[in-house]
């Protein structure tokens, strides 16, 4: 989702991504290109950038205004799991079932290099707005944060006792969300790695993680239906949605108070009053 919340892009199994108007949610243009399905999919800030990972082992960057192919980037050599893009579109970040996530020029689409950092396969990855911090979640059940110039890893963040499905990180990098299999959702200090809250609260598979640009406000999606709301600083839920299938996805707007939330039934567009 941009910033603003105008533009939402969905991926699929059926080898497609879907651009939304955020505001209508009357579908704008679908993009198609990949050979295999597509696991994931980010839009930069501004909303001229989309990326798409697919299973056919490669990303697509594409014009977010027009749906137009910029580039194929090539190198994993296993499926593309997930994909993160900065907020001016400058860098993107890859994570794969290759155990290894790579850091790639937005604009030119060189491969910038590779990151290998997982005893399992990365299941998903997430990027500061300006480049600078990039996190990974793995099946390995740990997260490592990276210096998004250098490559180097700055640590690793333990304590979940299942997979770690999804990551997110605050436009800053100081407050980073993990969604595991253990049905729990974390928060870090992206600064020290040091874990601040546990947040329970769902009886199924927490699949998918989004946070706000100032860090202060979670969105949450599990396999139990639930998308909820939960404030960063003090663990408190703020609202819960119960939907009509398991949710796999999710991503908010910079402010959080739009919402999409993607599952077995399709794509939920919902909208925070509070």
Request: proline share 1%; glycine share 12%.
């Amino acid at each position: 989702m941009s910033g603003d919340g105008a533009i939402i892009v969905s991926a699929s199994a059926d080898k497609q991504l879907r651009v939304w108007d955020g505001q209508s949610g009357t579908e704008r243009f679908r993009l198609r290109a990949h050979a295999d399905e597509v696991f994931s999919c980010a839009v930069s800030a501004d909303g001229e950038t989309i990326v798409s990972a697919s299973g056919d082992k490669t990303l697509k960057v594409w014009d977010g205004r027009t749906g137009a192919k910029r580039f194929t980037l090539k190198g994993h050599l296993g499926r593309v799991r997930g994909c993160a893009v900065s907020a001016n579109g400058e860098t993107i970040v890859s994570a794969s079932a290759d155990k290894t996530l790579k850091v790639w020029d937005g604009r030119s689409g060189a491969e910038r290099f590779t990151l290998k950092p997982h005893a399992h396969l990365a299941f998903g990855c997430a990027v500061s707005a300006d480049g600078t911090i990039i996190v990974s979640a793995s099946a390995d059940t740990t997260l490592k944060v990276w210096d998004g110039m250098s490559g180097a890893e700055r640590f690793t963040l333990s304590g979940h006792t299942g997979a770690v499905n999804a990551c997110a990180v605050s436009a800053d990098g100081a407050t980073i969300v993990s969604a595991s299999a253990d049905k729990t959702l974390k928060v870090w200090n992206g600064r020290t790695g040091k874990e601040r809250l546990t947040l329970i609260g769902n009886t199924g598979w927490l699949t998918g993680c989004a946070v706000s640009k100032d860090g202060i406000t979670l969105i949450s999606v599990a396999e139990d239906q639930m998308v909820k709301v939960w404030n960063a600083y003090t663990g408190e839920c703020l609202s819960t949605l119960q939907v009509d299938g398991p949710l796999y996805g999710c991503a908010c707007s910079a402010d959080a108070k739009t919402i999409a939330a993607a599952g077995a039934r399709g794509l939920y567009f919902l909208r925070l009053l509070t």
